[in-house]
Structures are given as C-alpha cells and as structure tokens.
C-alpha cells in the first residue's frame, strides 16, 4: 500500500516555474514507477511525465519535453516534477501515481489527491 500527497501547486504567469512534489508513505517507494497526470476541466485525463522506480527512465508528453523535468529522491520518498516556461495550456489539477512503468494513467493503483497548478495569460 502507498499513499500519495501532491505539493506545489498554484497561480503563477505564463512563463513562470513550480515545482510539484509528490510525497510517498511506506517502504517499498522505490519498487514504483511514479507518473504525473493531469486534467483539465472538461478534457480527459493526460499523461505528464513518468519516472521507474530507480530513476533511469524517464518519459515525457511532447507537450511537456523541454519545459518539465521529472525527478526523484528515494531516501525522501519524494519525485518532484520541475515546470518551467509555463503557458495557460498548463493549467490543470496534477495528480502523481504509483505502479508498474506505464505511459497511460489507467493501471495505475495508487494516486494522490491532486493539486491545482493554474497559468494566467
């Protein structure tokens, strides 16, 4: 079992940076691919960036590459997803989940609550 907590979020301009973080309870965070996703009101769950459990792989929607970078801290039970260059597309609630390496978010069994990132224009 693995309980997520998202961090970071908020109102930033367009062009400015966040840094999310995702924070893991139990003892076996490092065994988990931990991914970002997001929604947006009215659209579908999007895959942001995922990182496998001891950080060697890494991948990232094309709308992201460049601008976002996804890491991670196992001795903290931590991934962190750096933004930088934001644009109002951006704005959605951000939510981090646990399990196998995947690109899709479903199959994934263990999500936090979210946390809200909007870009004003």
């Known amino acids: 079992q693995v309980q997520l907590v998202e961090s970071g979020g908020g109102l930033v301009q367009a062009g400015g940076s966040l840094r999310l973080s995702c924070a893991a309870s139990?003892?076996?965070?490092?065994?988990?691919?931990i991914g970002w996703f997001r929604q947006a009101p009215g659209k579908e769950r999007e895959s942001v960036s995922v990182?496998?459990?001891?950080?060697?792989?890494?991948y990232y929607a094309d709308s992201v590459k460049g601008r976002f970078t996804i890491s991670r801290d196992n001795a903290k039970n931590t991934v962190y997803l750096q933004m930088n260059s934001l644009k109002p597309e951006d704005t959605a609630v951000y939510y981090c989940?646990?399990?196998?390496?995947?690109?899709?978010?479903?199959?994934?069994?263990?999500w936090g609550q979210g946390t809200q990132v909007t870009v004003s224009s």
């Open positions: 139990g003892r076996t965070f490092s065994s988990y691919a």
């Open positions: 989940a646990a399990g196998s390496y995947r690109f899709t978010h479903t199959g994934y069994p263990y």
């Open positions: 990182i496998s459990g001891s950080g060697s792989l890494t």
